[in-house]
């Protein structure tokens, strides 16, 4: 598809285990961000890669969190020892440039459920 | 640091009223404004922007002036629809950030018949 693809849409686990979503981004984007949002909060910044590189993860809430884009393109976002605050939508998008004005289209996210 | 404020929802108006919601923001240097809409079952899409003081953002009947002495970004239409029932994202984003957005809460629109 032409549009920013994560999988799975849902994702349900027991607190502790390890967990990976995934991001398609759209063909020929550079930039690549990872948001997580909160019911009924805004989405807040986790990470951002430009090309394969992490360019800024100030946003990573503790060392459980990781994310790779190993070729530039796809990106996985990694939960270890997954915890019940960690249940929220993960949010991702990318841009064909890191320029603060230019458009960031977004997934439809994951929305991750910890029992 | 970099921060956005939006009022609360929901808000709630009938058919062809007018809408404002309200925006401010906090930021270093210059960055960029943006709504961004999120439609029920939908992802978020850009709605408007603006990237520099006086700048007026459009689309879909929905209007926003980047005021800098204010630091305002709010949102307006003339006449809502049904089909604008949605919630609405106000963000900026800056080039020195390397262009990730700082959202506020988000404000829940519905409109009804």
């Known amino acids: 598809g032409a549009g920013v693809s994560q999988t799975p849409s849902n994702k349900v686990t027991e607190k502790g285990k390890y967990v990976e979503l995934r991001c398609d981004p759209i063909?020929?984007?550079?930039?690549l961000y990872w948001y997580r949002q909160s019911l009924g909060q805004g989405p807040e910044f986790l990470i951002y890669?430009?090309?394969?590189?992490?360019?800024?993860d100030s946003g990573l809430p503790n060392d459980r969190f990781f994310a790779v884009r190993p070729e530039g393109s796809v990106s996985t976002l990694k939960i270890q020892r997954t915890e019940r605050g960690d249940s929220a939508v993960y949010l991702c998008?990318?841009?064909?440039?890191?320029?603060?004005?230019?458009?960031?289209?977004f997934g439809q996210g994951t929305r991750l459920t910890v029992v | 640091g970099d921060s956005v404020t939006q009022m609360e929802g929901p808000v709630t108006l009938s058919e062809e009223a007018f809408l404002t919601i309200n925006c401010t923001y906090t930021?270093?240097?210059?960055?960029?404004l943006f709504w961004y809409v999120q439609y029920p079952g939908e992802g978020l899409q850009l709605l408007l922007k603006a990237t520099k003081a006086d700048d007026k953002g459009s689309n879909k009947g929905f209007e926003a002036t980047y005021r800098k002495e204010t630091t305002s970004f709010h949102l307006e239409k003339g006449s809502v629809q049904v089909s604008d029932s949605a919630v609405y994202f106000c963000a900026l984003g800056s080039y020195n950030q390397g262009g990730k957005l700082i959202f506020g809460q988000g404000t829940e629109l519905s409109v009804k018949p």
């Open positions: 930021a270093t240097g210059y960055p960029s």
């Open positions: 063909s020929g984007h550079t930039a």
């Open positions: 890669f430009q090309g394969t590189g992490a360019a800024d």
């Open positions: 998008a990318s841009s064909d440039s890191p320029l603060g004005n230019t458009e960031a289209f």
